[in-house]
């Protein structure tokens, strides 16, 4: 029954992704530096000198796809990889 409900839930999570596609304002925690002295006046230190992890899809594209399309196939991954992290850490713990 909890993976009905869970299952159900994703699917409407999934329904849900292109409402982030009608803003011009960045998802959180996806900021360039830009962004930080646009809204703080400054860039922080330590974010100047600190290489940044590059992504694994960069502005969630995949090539020869649409960007929705690209958009909800990076959602997707992003769910996979979430869910195979936590599975793992439960799986270590026990």
């Known amino acids: ?11 409407v999570l999934f329904l849900l992704i292109p409402l ?3 803003t ?3 998802a959180w925690g996806e ?3 830009s962004y930080y002295e646009k809204i703080l006046g400054f860039i922080p230190e330590k974010m100047k000198t600190n290489t940044i992890i ?3 899809l960069p502005d969630y594209n995949l090539e020869n796809f649409s960007p929705i399309t690209s958009y909800y196939a990076s959602a997707i991954l992003g769910t996979i990889l979430i869910f195979a992290s936590f599975y793992g850490l ?5």
């Open 31 to 33: 900021w360039d530096l």
């Open 24 to 26: 011009d304002a960045p």
């Open 90 to 94: 439960y799986k270590l713990k026990r």
């Open 54 to 56: 590059p992504a694994i």
């Open 1 to 11: 029954m909890k993976t009905k409900r869970l299952i159900i839930l994703l699917l």
């Open 20 to 22: 982030g596609l009608l």
